[in-house]
């Protein structure tokens, strides 16, 4: 039943010139075969440089809905699809585009950098577009240049790329429901359980989180330390998607789940996303046969939201 059905995928995707680009966080199933017909599964970052430089007529975007916008945005020309219309994003959610382009009319003084994970207009309403792997170096940019920063919407990342970089900035107070719930306290006891373990934090974690980290770092950063990094065992501050391709990458390697529930818990599958869960083999059949969550973007929108995204590619690309 399932090699069938991952069989007419192949076919179907090859018929219609299509590729498929995942999120490091949706199922390993759609993640291998997003591998094996030539797509990609990566950061946000890469699936957007990804979809820009593939040459398929349609791209398949297994993740949420502002990186199906981001591909859209990058490549106009192309069908971009996404496998549930309805696999938002917290941080997209609390940051409506009205009341953020107010907040920064009050601000008018300030350069607006915005995190990938919001909506085309808001990208389109930002000077700069950035992800969890290039903030930090846009904002020191930015600072050196002596320029004041107003930063949405995640309010963890902003507070962590603000300490690191002592620039001027004003945040947003969005979150994200994931990695809110990482608990220090709790890390705390796990850690002294694993004395010789790395703690690998994703910035969109809580600050108290991010100083028991040994690394902090985008999706693919926590990836290469599990690959790269001598330690043998691992506490993972992030969306339990990943493990999936860190046991790929490092079999023998032992990983645990930062724990989400306080002091004691044993936590198993306790941080994982509802909107990159909604992504299943079943639907991304379905969209093959019947096309229905085209991405559309209106095009004045899309071409302002275009000229921040491209910068951000043109500096990480330097
Ligand atoms: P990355 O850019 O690190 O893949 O993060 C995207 C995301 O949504 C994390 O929650
Ligand atoms: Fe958004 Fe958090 Fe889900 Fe990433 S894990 S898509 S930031 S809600």
């Known amino acids: 039943m399932l090699t069938s059905m991952i069989t007419q995928i192949k076919q179907l995707l090859k018929q219609k010139n299509a590729v498929l680009v995942a999120h490091y966080y949706v199922s390993g199933d759609l993640q291998t075969l997003a591998e094996e017909t030539g797509g990609i599964v990566s950061d946000s970052l890469e699936m957007a440089r990804f979809g820009r430089n593939c040459v398929a007529d349609t791209i398949i975007v297994a993740g949420v809905k502002f990186m199906g916008e981001t591909a859209k945005i990058l490549s106009p020309e192309k069908t971009v699809l996404v496998l549930d219309d309805k ?8 940051c409506p585009i009205a009341e953020f382009s107010a907040f920064c009319d009050q601000h008018a003084d300030r350069t607006v950098v915005v995190y990938a994970n919001t909506s085309a207009e808001v990208k389109a309403r930002a000077d700069w577009v950035v992800t969890s792997g290039s903030a930090l170096s846009v904002v020191k940019h930015l600072h050196q240049q002596g320029e004041k920063i107003l930063w949405a919407p995640d309010k963890h990342l902003g507070n962590y790329v603000n ?21 220090a306290d709790a890390l705390i006891a796990l850690q002294k359980q694993h004395p010789k373990a790395a703690t690998l934090v994703h910035p969109e974690s809580p600050q108290a989180v991010v100083e028991l980290a040994t690394v902090v770092g985008s999706t693919t950063a926590l990836i290469n330390a599990v690959k790269n990094r001598e330690e043998q065992t691992f506490i993972v501050a992030t969306d339990n998607g990943i493990f999936h391709k860190m046991h790929e990458v490092a079999p023998h390697k032992k990983l645990i789940e930062a724990p989400t529930m306080g002091t004691g818990a044993d936590c198993e599958s306790c941080a994982h996303c509802e909107w990159m869960a909604m992504n299943t083999l079943e639907k ?7 096309p229905q969550n085209e991405i559309k973007i209106d095009k004045n929108i899309a071409q302002q939201a275009q000229y921040s995204i491209q910068k951000l590619l043109d500096f990480t690309e330097k």
Do not use: I, P, Y
């Not at 696999?87 to 609390?94: I, Q, R």
């Not at 900035?169 to 990482?182: D, I």
């Open 87 to 94: 696999a938002t994003c917290s941080l997209d959610e609390d």
């Open 163 to 183: 300490n690191e970089t002592g620039a001027d900035m004003l945040l947003w107070q969005g979150s994200c429901v994931v990695h809110e719930r990482f608990k």
């Open 284 to 290: 991304l059949l379905e969209t093959l046969n019947n």
